[in-house]
């Protein structure tokens, strides 16, 4: 309700500017914004998913997944609620979790017909397995056998990527950088990338994902958030090629059909409240930017990104269902709910 | 099934255009840039200091300034709210204090050093992107002295601090700054402790000085030495950075 309040509040001074211009004339009839570029346009639902916060309160939404049953799963730091569960059209159907104070990473994997999440925890220093319904599987605590970490504090996981084959990945992107890769059973199979500017290397690998595009050929997307720069590495953790998006601090890289979609939280230089959400196409070239300005490329180069429109404050997430609508889940935004965007 | 109601083209609000420059400081003339990439908007600015409205003028090529200017501009769409102003302070200088001697107490931060105290009068102004380049000083301590030494007497009615605020990295503008000489005080600015996060910003923080010839300046910067409690880091030291000192 905060946010109708504000908007309101927002028509009424600015009407009462606008009511001496010229322009008043000018003023199209009522209708619904639309915002993105090209193919990847959509109207916003602002209220989506909004609940009573006494009875369900979220701090910041970190992340979003759907799962098999076609639900739509939230992942808060709030331990009244860590994960809140609605269908499509943003109607509660359940919620459970007390335990995960850190909670930021949510990644679902189907093994063998199952739904399994993994949820990151930056307080807990370690990444959960549970089954879609909260019970715990399996822990993958700090990597001590990595010979990088001294101490569990100093790890702080913000993401998974499982592969078919059950390995799992964890980017410890609030922590010392590190990309841990695991098979099924939890054994530490190596690491690689770590701080730094070079190409192999990161600032805040926030985020990571399998990229099964090609399918004869999976490789590794991750984010390097402060260096506006998604990253492909092969799964043995050897450095392929950079994507370069400047202005654009991008959280983590969700594969959708032939594209990528990132949720990005701040944009130009990194300012409070300027987050929009990125879409690449199939060569990951950046063809849509909701809220953000039109993506323009010369010479080969993406001139920086900024937001063009108050739609978002910091996107963390983008969940995207079978329809191409998005769910976007945010960061710091005043305990508000995630916002629906339908695609046009 | 219940009906969306999603949101309405009237309830869009732009965000400000980018003003850019080469160098917020200048001795003959300067050049500034207005970006704003959305379909159907079109920029509107002023640049007497007067708030900007759908009938200023429209921004069409870059503009040259030569004298020191607040440059105002906002968006303007037929269907969406306009924008809230962006403004930008560019300075023209005498470089008076070119051939002075700065020491600044204590030490800046060692990740932000600058070029050390002579940051402060090598006349460039750092951008908001402040780990990059070597213009800003950051310091995280209650207190910062600046003792600037003039190599011959100066008159002075003012000193203008340049500064940044970038709440989201800890970084805010000090509580207060006071301006000695042999000892007295002769001037002071006190500033207002933000509310809310806001965004990133250069600021330049004017202190008037009781007019006077002076050999020497001590300015004394107070930081915001508990950070407000509606931010992550409350409580805690804030960070305060500077890039230049001016006189006048």
Redesign the interface.
Known sequence: MQRRGF?KK??IA?AG??AS???MG???P????IIGHGDFRY?????WGTLNAENYPVNDCHEMVQDSQGRILLLTNHTKNNVIVYDK?GKLIEVWGTDYPGAHGLTLKVENGEDFLYISDNYRHEVIKTTIDGKVVQVFPYPKASGKYDTKEIYIPTETAIHDNGDVYVADGYGEQYIMHYNAKGELLNTFGGRGDADHLFNNAHGICIDTRDKSNPTLLITARQQNKLKRFSLSGDFMESFDLPGAYICRPVIHKENVYLATI?S???????GFISILDKDNTLVSAPGG??P?YANGQLNKM??????FTHPHDVCVDEDDNLYVAQWNSGKTYPIKL?RV | ??K????????????AP?LECENLFFTDSVEVAM?????D?SINYTLDGSEV???SKTYEKPIRLHKTTVVKAKN?H?????SSAANLKVVKTNRKLLGSKIIVNPEPNERYQGCGASSLNDFTKG???FANGNAWLGFQTDSIQIAVDFSEGKNISKVTVSSFA????WIFLPKEIKVFSAGQEVGAVGLQEPLE????KLEFIDIPITENRYNNLNIVVYAVNEIPKWHQGKGTVAWFFTDEILVE
Request: charged share 15%; hydrophobic share 40%.
């Open positions: 908007i927002t028509v600015s500017l606008l211009a010229p322009a000018m003023l199209a009522y209708k619904d914004a109207k916003i639902d602002m209220f059209s701040w130009n230089d990194g300012s409070e409240g300027t300005c039109t323009e900024y937001q063009t429109l108050k739609v339908l | 099934m219940e969306i109601s999603y949101l309405s083209s009237e309830e869009m609000t732009m965000a980018l970006r704003f990439s959305l379909s908007s409205s759908s009938t303007f037929p269907e969406f709210q306009s951008t908001t992107a970038n709440h989201g990295a996060a806001a965004t990133a």
